[in-house]
């Protein structure tokens, strides 16, 4: 009995349950290391709980003096727009971005303002492994969209919420994910890069 329990671990082991369950679509394998800033708002802080303690264990990255990054915001390899976010070595987030472009018939303005955290405590792991020197970030904030027909000029507004997270590197760049929140629950993933 033992022999024939431990077999079929092994075999359940071997085989994918994403797929006899589920869980992804086709061949698409979950992404357990993706960004998910809504599951983490527990480290955005109050206002007491500032300042944020730097210790620059392992070699993470500390923000000793006031820090703006200015970037570009991707979606699927197009450029967007642009984004900028300051750091204080209290450890205060805040920012805002801008996205104007084309998308088939419809032309759209987005502009978001966002605040939020350093947290130290969070370490960047991906399927290599973990580097340790990186400083994380997390904001929050509200995103306005205008969307444009171009044919007829009507225009549809959305008012939802905004996500910022990112990863800053020992030389003080930075790149991260921004997440638009829809109104049913979903969200428009994008990425950016900054100095």
């Not at 369950?21 to 357990?32: A, Q, V």
């Not at 300042?51 to 450029?79: A, H, L, M, Y």
């Amino acid at each position: 009995m033992i022999l024939v329990t431990i077999v079929i671990i092994a075999l359940l082991y071997m085989v994918d349950l994403s797929a006899i369950f589920g869980l992804g679509k086709g061949s698409e394998k979950i992404d357990y290391y993706a960004e998910r800033p809504w599951f983490e708002e527990n480290r955005l802080l109050a206002e007491n709980a500032f300042p944020v303690k730097q210790t620059g264990k392992k070699g993470k990255v500390v923000i000793e003096k006031q820090t703006s990054f200015k970037g570009g915001i991707q979606r699927k390899d197009e450029n967007r727009g642009q984004i900028e976010i300051t750091i204080t070595p209290d450890g205060k987030a805040a920012g805002n971005c801008t996205c104007q472009y084309e998308y088939t018939n419809s032309s759209y303005l987005v502009q978001a303002e966002f605040a939020g955290n350093i947290d130290p405590t969070k370490t960047y792991q991906n399927e290599t492994g973990k580097n340790k020197k990186l400083l994380y970030f997390i904001a929050k904030g509200k995103y306005k969209q205008i969307k444009t027909d171009k044919a007829s000029k009507n225009q549809w507004t959305t008012e939802e919420s905004v996500y910022i997270v990112g990863w800053i590197d020992t030389d003080y760049s930075a790149k991260g994910k921004m997440f638009l929140m829809t109104s049913d629950g979903g969200n428009a993933e994008y990425d950016w890069q900054a100095q």
